[in-house]
């Protein structure tokens, strides 16, 4: 069943420590997102990847980074110059023409289940 | 002003009660929309997609009005398993990627 995984669900860092979160989905979607949530918050996005290989800094890109070497997997590292990483960060992935798998449209997107990263 | 509003809630309602959330976007390239739900600590999920003839799937019906720029969702028959928040989604047509959360209107259905 074709779906998105975030690993790991929990994750515990200490400062000054770069983590790196994991983002697979196997929907053949070319889009993939990371968004963070604060407690009582919208989603902001960090970054987002239209095609393999490339991607664009979202609203909060400070102290993140990316890549994006295959279409499948899109890892997010928090680095230690986030200064306040403490969030619950969700990765999402769409298609951007056509019409995709289970009839889904254009930019409709699928969220993973998670990670909920708490600095010590 | 932010460019997706949504109603700050929380709503309390009975079950079998009819609730309805809207939803404001202040930017008139918005080209598509949606309602997400999410459970609290769990991922949203997408609801429905928002289309200008309106849609409905069973108690659930979604209206959007492009002159007003507004998106309303309508939940008839509430039960308690729609005890959540309601997210409006609003992707712009700037030609590029700009995809906008409102920060959800919570409910909570009570027996």
């Known amino acids: 069943d074709g779906g998105i995984t975030q690993s790991p669900k929990y994750l515990f860092r200490k400062e000054g420590q770069n983590v790196t979160l994991s983002c697979e989905q196997n929907l053949n979607h070319d889009a993939m997102y990371w968004y963070r949530q604060d407690p009582g918050q919208g989603l902001r996005l960090i970054y987002y990847s239209q095609i393999v290989n490339d991607f664009q800094k979202g609203d909060i890109a400070e102290g993140y980074s990316v890549s994006r070497e295959k279409k499948e997997s899109f890892p997010l590292t928090v680095t230690s110059a986030q200064k306040n990483p403490t969030a619950f960060y969700l990765c999402?992935?769409?298609?951007?023409?056509?019409?995709?798998?289970?009839?889904?449209?254009?930019?409709?997107?699928?969220f993973g289940p998670g990670t909920r990263l708490t600095v010590l | 002003r932010k460019e997706v509003e949504q109603d700050p809630g929380p709503f309390n309602v009975p079950e079998g009660a009819t609730v309805a959330f809207n939803c404001t976007y202040s930017n008139s390239a918005s080209q598509s929309f949606f309602w997400y739900r999410q459970d609290c600590r769990k991922e949203p999920k997408l609801l429905m997609s928002?289309?200008?003839s309106g849609n409905e799937d069973g108690r659930f019906t979604a209206q959007l009005n492009r002159a007003s720029q507004y998106i309303s969702l309508l939940i008839r028959d509430s039960k308690l398993s729609d005890s959540a928040t309601y997210l409006c989604?609003?992707?712009?047509?700037?030609?590029?990627?700009?995809?906008?959360f409102g920060a959800g209107t919570r409910l909570f259905v009570k027996a």
């Open positions: 928002v289309y200008s």
């Open positions: 989604v609003v992707n712009l047509n700037t030609g590029g990627f700009k995809t906008i």
């Open positions: 999402a992935s769409s298609i951007v023409r056509g019409q995709g798998a289970r009839g889904s449209r254009i930019n409709e997107q699928f």
